[in-house]
């Protein structure tokens, strides 16, 4: 159980488009989900906490505008990455938890190449 | 982010041999730490975890200590094998703010 699925795993895009990313939870409902972006040979940096049916808060100096969560339901948060360009680069990371259970899964990542 | 990123130090180990990672943390107000091993391309998969209350957990083939006097959190891991190979993670959790914030990670190679 507890399976979160991130979609799609990897996607290449020209500099200046937006990209979305999902994340859902497969087999249990998730109050909180969690964005984090890595890059190579580094940890994973969390960028923004999303409550479903509420505004997600950001990590100080991620740019709000421009890594666009939603958490419309409770089983699935995008993040949109917005006018993006090469320096967004990077491994994108979602988890999530439900209520009541200090469990956090992670899902596979996405992959983000902007050229 | 919290988490600030850091070249990754990495551990080598001969295969059979026990490996220990280890871990400071930042917070004193954190109540619960979790291992994660992290598979090139891959997104983070549990280890083990502790809370706050306890000093050592056993699972199987690995053993997380944590000493709270230091903010120190250590991972052993027993009889290493080649799958074994990972970049491992701690992460502490505030639970009150139900947070996770990630440790800068120690790259693990296990030498057949």
């Known amino acids: 159980g507890a399976v979160v699925s991130q979609h799609p795993s990897w996607v290449i895009c020209k500099s200046g488009t937006s990209v979305k990313i999902e994340c859902r939870s497969l087999d249990f409902q998730a109050t909180t989900m969690f964005w984090y972006r890595q890059f190579p040979k580094q940890s994973l940096m969390l960028m923004a906490t999303?409550?479903?049916?509420?505004?997600?808060?950001?990590e100080q100096g991620v740019e709000k505008d421009k890594f666009l969560i939603n958490h419309a339901s409770l089983t699935l948060s995008t993040l949109t990455v917005t006018s993006a360009h090469p320096e967004d680069s990077s491994f994108y990371i979602c988890s999530a938890s439900y209520h009541g259970a200090n469990v956090l899964t992670f899902g596979a990542g996405s992959r983000l190449t902007v050229l | 982010g919290e988490s600030v990123g850091l070249h990754l130090p990495t551990l080598s180990v001969q295969e059979g041999d026990n490996s220990i990672i280890n871990c400071a943390y930042s917070n004193s107000a954190s109540d619960y730490f979790i291992w994660y091993k992290q598979e090139s391309g891959k997104g983070p998969q549990f280890i083990i975890d502790?809370?706050?209350?306890?000093d050592k957990r056993q699972g199987q083939r690995v053993t997380v200590l944590l000493n709270k006097t230091v903010k120190h959190l250590s991972l052993q891991i027993a009889a290493t094998q080649p799958g074994d190979s990972a970049v491992y993670f701690c992460a502490e959790i505030r639970t009150s703010y139900d947070k996770v914030i990630f440790g800068p990670g120690t790259s693990l190679s296990v030498i057949p």
């Open positions: 502790i809370r706050s209350n306890m």
């Open positions: 999303s409550n479903e049916g509420s505004k997600a808060t950001y």
